[in-house]
């Protein structure tokens, strides 16, 4: 198993940059780790592909249908965020040198890999780059 974070789980269901890529690492594993948070990602990046005009609004429930279809076939294992997870990563997110750029569902899901074991695959720049700071491994499969 592996852990993709939401710009990877992303590129699963929508035709952009780098989807043939993850699509790929996908096949090629059991299943996909991610942050329960990584679910509400996912509903509000939908929803800014569809007012940015990526997405057309019909193929929301298209996605959310395929979406449930793949967890009851088991391609993704949501992690619970817990109150220990938030502070986790509330500790690390305090002891990164101050010019890291780090986000809050960053620091959310590079803990949650931590903790879990798994190295994050993502595309997302600022994770890579903070990755580091929390004693995770990134991979990005996207050249």
Known sequence: ???????YILKCYLPE???VEVRQLLSAERSVACCAFG???LTTSIRRAIREGRLP???SSTIISQLAIDDENGV???LPVTSHLLE??????RSIPANVYLRAGDALHL???????????TNDRHVLLA????GVQAKNVIP
Request: hydrophobic share 50%; net charge negative; aromatic share 18%.
């Open 17 to 19: 940059d780098g989807f």
């Open 111 to 121: 803990t949650c890999a931590r903790e879990h074991g798994f190295e994050i695959c």
């Open 39 to 41: 679910r509400l990602e």
């Open 57 to 59: 609004a019909s193929a």
């Open 1 to 7: 198993m592996i852990y993709f974070d939401t710009a």
């Open 88 to 93: 986790s990563a509330a500790r690390a997110a």
């Open 76 to 78: 993704w294992t949501w």
């Open 131 to 134: 990755a580091p700071h929390f």
